[in-house]
C-alpha cells in the first residue's frame, strides 16, 4: 500500500507541476519547436518528464516519501481529478469558451488535493522545540502570488461571465491576485496553519526572494515613461533595456514562480502537528 499511496501522490504532484507552470511549457516549445510538432500524447510526456524528475528529487530532498499520511481515501481524489484534467480537453473541443476555465479549475482541485496531503505529513525526527512560529503575512503573500502566477483564473471567469469590460478596467494581474487572495485566506483559516509551527527548513528565504523578485518585475512597466520623462531613454543601456523590458519582466516573473513555489512547497511540508495534537500526545 505504501507503494500505491507514494506513486499516486508522485504522479499528482508531477501533473500540478506541469500544469502550474504553463509560461515554462510555453518557452519550451518556443525553443524547441520539435517538441511542438510531435503528436499529442508524445508531445505531453516529453513536456511532463522534467516535471517528473523535479518531483522526484524535491521529494526526496524533503523526506516527503516516509512521511505520507497512511489514509488512502486521502489519495482516491488526486486519482478522479488526475482523469478530470482528460474530460477538460474533451471540453476544449465541444465548448472552448469553457476550455481554458474548466481546465484551471480542475487544476486548483488538482493542487488544494496535494496540499491538503502535504499539511498532514508526519513531521521529520526531531524535537518539537525546534519548531519556530509560520510566519503568517509572509506566507500570505507568497502564496497569493504564487497561486495568482499558477492558475490565472480571473480572465477565464470573466469570460465566462461576459464581464469582458472589467478586464479592460483593471489589469488581469490584480484581477488574478484578488481570486488569489481569497482563496489563499480561506485556505489558511480553514487549515489554521497559522497556529502550527514549523521545522527548520529555507521556506521563508525562498519566499522572500520570490516576493522580492516578483516586486521588482512589477515596478518594470511603471518605470519605463520615468526614464523617458527625464530623458534617460537616451542612455544606451537604458534603451536597451526598455526595448527589452517584456522579456526582462516575464523572466523575473517565471524566477519568483520558481522560488515562490519552492517556498510554499517548503514551508507546507515541513509543518509540526498543532498544538492541541501536540497536547494529547
Known amino acids: ?8 501522490f508522485f504522479i499528482a ?4 507541476m506541469k500544469a502550474m507552470f504553463g509560461e515554462v511549457n510555453a518557452l519550451v516549445l518556443m525553443w524547441v519547436p520539435a517538441i511542438a510538432e510531435m503528436a499529442a500524447p508524445v508531445r505531453e510526456a516529453v513536456l511532463h518528464l522534467p516535471y517528473a524528475l523535479i518531483a522526484a528529487l524535491v521529494l526526496t530532498r524533503a523526506e516527503v516519501w516516509a512521511r505520507l499520511p497512511a489514509m ?4 482516491v481524489p488526486l486519482v478522479v481529478v488526475v482523469a478530470a484534467m482528460v474530460m477538460a480537453d474533451a471540453i476544449a473541443r465541444t465548448n472552448p469558451e469553457l476550455a481554458v476555465l474548466a481546465a484551471r479549475l480542475v487544476t486548483l482541485v488538482l493542487a488544494a488535493n496535494v496540499v491538503m496531503i502535504l499539511t498532514r505529513l508526519t513531521p521529520k525526527p526531531g524535537f518539537i522545540y525546534e519548531g519556530s512560529s509560520v510566519p503568517s503575512v509572509k506566507t500570505f503573500l507568497a502564496m497569493t502570488i504564487a497561486l495568482a502566477l499558477s492558475i490565472p483564473l480571473a480572465a477565464p471567469l470573466l469570460g465566462v461571465a461576459r464581464a469582458g469590460a472589467y478586464a479592460e478596467k483593471v489589469p488581469a494581474a490584480y484581477l488574478d491576485l484578488a481570486v488569489a487572495a481569497i482563496v489563499v485566506a480561506a485556505y489558511i483559516m480553514a ?23 516578483w516586486v521588482i518585475a512589477q515596478l518594470i512597466e511603471p518605470l519605463i515613461p520615468q526614464l523617458r520623462v527625464y530623458g534617460f531613454h537616451k542612455e544606451r543601456i537604458v534603451a536597451e533595456f526598455i526595448a527589452r523590458a517584456a522579456p526582462i519582466k516575464a523572466g523575473l516573473e517565471i524566477a ?19 498544538r492541541d495534537r501536540i497536547a494529547r500526545q
Do not use: E, K
Not at 500500500?1 to 499516486?8: C, N, Q
Not at 488512502?72 to 489519495?75: A, K, S, V
Not at 520558481?258 to 509543518?271: D, K, R, T
Open 191 to 213: 487549515s489554521g496553519i497559522r497556529f502550527r509551527s514549523l521545522q527548520p527548513n529555507s521556506a521563508s528565504t525562498w519566499m522572500v526572494l520570490g516576493i522580492v523578485l
Open 1 to 8: 500500500m505504501d507503494i500505491v499511496r507514494r506513486a499516486l
Open 13 to 16: 504532484l508531477t501533473v500540478a
Open 72 to 75: 488512502i481515501t486521502l489519495y
Open 256 to 274: 519568483a514562480h520558481i522560488l515562490l513555489f519552492a517556498g510554499c512547497f517548503s514551508l507546507v511540508s515541513h509543518l509540526l502537528p498543532a
